[in-house]
C-alpha cells in the first residue's frame, strides 16, 4: 500500500470511529498506535478494528453519559 492510500485508508478509519464513538477523542500516533480518549479513559491498539472491538466493550458499561446527557444502556 503506498503512502497516499495508506493515509487515505488511516483517514476513512478515523471518520468511521469518531461518528461510531461521538463521545472519545481518536486518533493515530506517530508510532502506528490507535488511541482514543475519553475522561480518565485511554485505549491504545495496533489495530483500528481491534480498537473498535475494546471500545464497544467499554461503552457497553459506561460509567459517562452519552453527548445527549443519557446513560448508555
Known amino acids: 500500500?503506498?503512502?497516499?492510500q495508506s493515509a487515505r485508508y488511516d483517514a476513512d478509519r478515523l471518520g468511521e470511529?469518531?461518528?461510531?464513538?461521538?463521545?472519545?477523542?481518536?486518533g493515530r500516533?506517530?508510532?502506528g498506535?490507535?488511541?482514543a480518549v475519553r475522561?480518565?479513559?485511554l485505549v491504545r491498539t495496533s489495530d483500528a478494528e481491534e480498537l473498535r472491538i475494546r471500545l464497544?466493550?467499554?461503552t457497553d458499561g459506561s460509567?459517562?453519559?452519552t453527548e445527549s446527557g443519557t446513560w448508555p444502556d
Open 1 to 4: 500500500m503506498g503512502t497516499q
Open 17 to 26: 470511529l469518531a461518528a461510531e464513538f461521538a463521545d472519545w477523542r481518536i
Open 29 to 31: 500516533g506517530g508510532s
Open 33 to 35: 498506535r490507535w488511541w
Open 39 to 41: 475522561g480518565n479513559d
Open 56 to 58: 464497544h466493550e467499554m
Open 63 to 65: 460509567r459517562y453519559p
